[in-house]
């Protein structure tokens, strides 16, 4: 088990190839206020609060990957000027987020995905899949894959999905917004003065692929795809 220490206020946070960074730390004096401990698997349960990122419930941080809900419930709120970064340059799998989702061996075992829901409050959630990463990896931020999921994205509030790899260097599944991935599951997403960007070549927004899904936008929120050779 390891432990991550973080000063307060943290305000923005990075998943490498070598677990939870902390990338802003301002505050001083000695005491450190919150720590994060994990297992090998990078599974997280309990709570904790990281001055504007709130983790309740079942988590598992990985290599540029977080499942928020897996057998266990889960979930995590970005705040106002909070900040989630999901980019390691040196990692041969593209960044993932999935809300409401099992591992393969869960899948395997028969394990029913318990749920998870995501809240971004004013924040940020950018996921980066750079250049050098193996072909065909493929950007995802997935609500509802195996079972119920939900996300918020309000006042601001922010997801980025960014392919810097042409889609004549890459081969795979590309960048991916999916509501309710496999039969049985269900996710819902909406946006209240929200955004969502998907950028690259095979960039697409899927609503409802095997399961459930459910798309709301109000309050002049906005849904962009872009590729990179036209990407206005």
Same mark, same amino acid.
């Given at each position: 088990?390891? #432990?991550?220490? =973080?000063?307060?206020?943290?305000? !923005?946070?990075? /998943?490498s ?5 902390? +990338?802003t730390?301002?505050?001083t ?5 919150a720590? &994060?401990s994990?297992?090998?698997?990078g &599974?997280?349960?309990g ?16 290599p540029?990957r977080v !499942?928020?809900? *897996?057998?266990?419930?889960?979930s /995590?709120e970005?705040q106002? %000027?909070?900040?989630?970064i999901l980019?390691d340059?040196s990692?041969?799998?593209a960044?993932?987020l999935?809300?409401? *989702?099992?591992t393969?061996? #869960?899948?395997? $075992? ?9 809240? +971004? ?5 950018q996921?980066?899949d ?5 072909a065909?990896?493929?950007?995802s931020?997935?609500v509802?894959? @195996?079972?119920p999921?939900?996300l918020?994205? !309000?006042?601001?509030?922010? /997801?980025e ?11 795979g599944? %590309?960048?991916? =917004?999916n ?8 996710g ?10 998907? !950028? *690259? @070549?095979?960039a697409?927004?899927?609503v409802?692929q095997? *399961? +459930? ?8 929120s906005s849904v962009v795809i $872009?590729s ?5």
């Open positions: 088990m390891g #432990e991550y220490f =973080f000063d307060s206020p943290v305000s !923005r946070f990075r /998943i190839g070598v677990g939870l960074e902390a +990338i730390r301002t505050g004096g000695p005491d450190w206020v720590a &994060l994990f297992t090998a698997d &599974l997280f349960t709570s904790l609060t990281l001055s504007g990122i709130i983790v309740d419930g079942e988590v598992n941080i990985g540029t !499942r928020v809900g *897996g057998v266990g419930l889960g /995590i970005i106002t %000027g909070s900040t989630v980019d340059p990692a041969t799998e960044p993932a999935v809300v409401g *989702g099992l393969e061996l #869960e899948r395997s $075992q028969g394990a029913a995905a318990a749920g998870g829901s995501t809240r +971004i409050e004013g924040g940020l959630v996921l980066i750079s250049p050098s990463l193996k065909g990896s493929g950007v931020f997935g509802g894959r @195996d079972g999921g939900s918020v994205v !309000r006042n601001g509030g922010a /997801i999905l960014i392919d810097e790899t042409p889609e004549a260097e890459s081969a599944s %590309g960048e991916n =917004f509501l309710g991935r496999r039969a049985g599951a269900s819902t997403a909406t946006f209240d003065s929200g955004s969502l960007l998907v !950028r *690259g @070549d095979t697409r927004v899927q409802g095997e *399961g +459930i899904g459910s798309l709301s936008l109000t309050n002049g $872009q990179l050779a036209n990407p206005a």
